[in-house]
């Protein structure tokens, strides 16, 4: 239903019987706080939280200042956990860490029913006071700098490795492969001849025994004397002598 009050004023009633429509949005916060650690460090933090609002009437309507009621929430979490942690955790920005941060602080909050889901909750700086205890916290900030070098120069050594290893060893497949195919092509190649062979023999068995035996006798009778026979059975040895 539409209406006008008068010429700037309008109106529309809009008829929600089958259900609100779903609204939902994003908003964060930062919350800047000092801390102490449990190595007993004092810490500057400043703290991003993000969350969606997923029900508006009750974002609106069921708390005074459900923003002040986040921060204050947000703040009770961090007491525990950095109280119970140390500076080089949170200088490593510990994703579990976070983690762990965020589902606490939707546990904290769901009592009160103030429509908001928390999607993360992160440090975007850790500062430390100045003095002494900056420098220290310069060294630790370089050291961890110089671990992530050392760890990535280690990790792309090994990666180098492999690769060469998975290299090598794909050349000494190949080399093996084409070896055994050449002794195989070898055996089968010496194969076929002996059977081809073997069926020549089978074939020509006679002549071959003909061949044998007559080069077996020009052996032999190479090196025999020659006698002549006369018909009247009287032996005349007749030595014959080269024409040369």
Avoid: C
């Avoid at 609204?23 to 706080?33: E, G, I, K, N, Y």
């Avoid at 921060?71 to 983690?99: G, H, K, P, Q």
């Avoid at 546990?107 to 009160?112: G, I, M, Q, S, V």
């Avoid at 050392?150 to 490795?161: C, D, G, L, P, Q």
């Amino acid at each position: 239903f539409k209406g006008q009050l008068s010429d700037d004023l309008k109106y529309k009633i809009v008829d929600y019987s089958d259900g609100a429509p779903s609204v939902s949005f994003m908003d964060a916060r930062l919350f800047s706080q000092q801390f102490m650690t449990g190595d007993n460090n004092i810490v500057d933090l400043l703290l991003s939280v993000q969350y969606k609002i997923i029900s508006p009437d009750n974002y609106l309507f069921s708390f005074t200042d459900p923003d002040a009621l986040i921060a204050l929430e947000a703040e009770s979490v961090l007491n525990y956990y950095i109280a119970t942690s140390t500076i080089d955790r949170l200088l490593l920005r510990d994703t579990l860490f976070a983690y762990q941060m965020t589902q606490d602080l939707q546990k904290r909050l769901e009592p009160y029913k103030i429509g908001v889901s928390i999607e993360s909750l992160f440090f975007k700086d850790v500062m430390v006071p100045e003095g002494a205890v900056e420098a220290a916290f310069r060294d630790v900030k370089s050291a961890e700098v110089d671990r992530g070098k050392r760890i990535e120069v280690a990790r792309n050594k090994a990666n180098a490795i492999l690769s060469q290893a998975g290299s090598e060893s794909r050349q000494i497949l190949d080399s093996a492969k084409t070896e055994s195919e050449q002794i195989k092509n070898t055996a089968v190649s010496d194969t076929t001849t002996f059977l081809k062979m073997e069926k020549e023999v089978e074939d020509k068995g006679t002549i071959l025994n003909y061949h044998l035996w007559l080069t077996t006798m020009s052996n032999i009778l190479g090196r025999a004397k020659l006698y002549i026979v006369t018909d009247n059975e009287a032996l005349d040895l007749i030595y014959l002598q080269d024409e040369n």
